[in-house]
């Protein structure tokens, strides 16, 4: 797989909801490739952040 | 989930207080999701009341062919789509030089703006995210909701949750980015103004 291939799994990778064989490829090339990697950390880090987000507690009981 | 399905058995044959306790387990995350769609607490507490009458209505015609929350989001969501449908506006896309915040630094308003992320997240949410994206985005990555789960409460494919999320998560970093968060740059002017431990 190409870098642009690689970058639109991103968020399945991210989710570990690519096959097992697909996860491996691209961990590869991530260890071949700083560009795609730095890519996708960056990626990872604006999910990381949302994720952060705690539920507020309701306003007032129906 | 038993207890679950009992509650709503109960409250199919018109036991108010099954109905009541039912909606008690779910009210919180009806209104934070709402919440999280608008960006606005008064629209979400409404919606959130909207979407337990409707439910309510249509309790009956609930098969338990999915989960219950995702029956109940399903009647929210639709209920937020059509309201943004009503107003003719998707409420995004609102400059940052227009965000209403206090402007004082040491009013203490400003300080808990200041303090907040949660602030930040959901500006950047319900004004800079056209909706399709935010929806499928909160679900994921607010209420854990699998693949399956989210299509099933907007009734697409897996593939089409798949794609939007992608685009959803790139265009959210895009635009904390373009708001100079801390976290992607060291010359940030963003909301937080950097205090925030990122």
């Known amino acids: 797989m190409n870098c642009q291939e690689i970058q639109l799994l991103f968020s399945e990778y991210f ?9 491996s490829a691209v961990r ?14 960056n990626f990872e880090k604006g999910i990381k952040i949302l994720k952060k987000y705690k539920s507020l507690d309701i306003p007032r009981i129906y | 989930m038993a207890f679950e399905n009992h509650l709503i058995e109960k409250a199919k044959n018109g036991d108010r207080k099954a109905f009541d306790e039912l909606f008690l387990l779910q009210h919180k995350y009806l209104f934070n999701l709402m919440y999280q769609l608008s960006g606005d607490i008064a629209k979400a507490d409404d919606l959130a009341q909207e ?30 789509r059509n309201e943004c449908r009503t107003k003719s506006k998707d409420g995004y896309y609102v400059g940052i030089e227009e965000i209403q915040i206090p402007s004082d630094g040491d009013r203490p308003e400003r300080v808990v703006y200041k303090s907040e992320l ?4 959901i500006h950047m949410l319900s004004h800079h995210l056209p909706k399709k994206y935010r929806i499928v985005l909160i679900l994921r990555d607010l209420h854990n909701m699998s693949y399956k789960e989210i299509s099933d409460v907007l009734k697409c494919n897996i593939g089409q949750v798949k794609t939007n999320l992608h685009r959803a998560r790139h265009m959210f970093r895009a635009e ?15 909301i937080c103004e950097g205090i925030l431990d990122l």
């Open chain 2, 51 to 80: 979407a337990i009458i409707l439910a309510y209505k249509k309790l009956r015609n609930f098969r338990c062919e999915s989960s219950f929350r995702t029956w109940l989001s399903r009647i929210a969501i639709n209920l937020f």
């Open chain 2, 118 to 121: 949660q602030w930040c997240i």
């Open chain 2, 176 to 190: 904390l980015i373009k708001g100079t968060c801390k976290a992607f740059t060291d010359n940030y002017l963003c």
């Open chain 1, 15 to 23: 989710d570990h909801e690519l096959s097992g064989e697909v996860e």
């Open chain 1, 28 to 41: 590869e090339h991530f260890a071949d490739c700083p560009s795609c990697l730095h890519e996708y950390n």
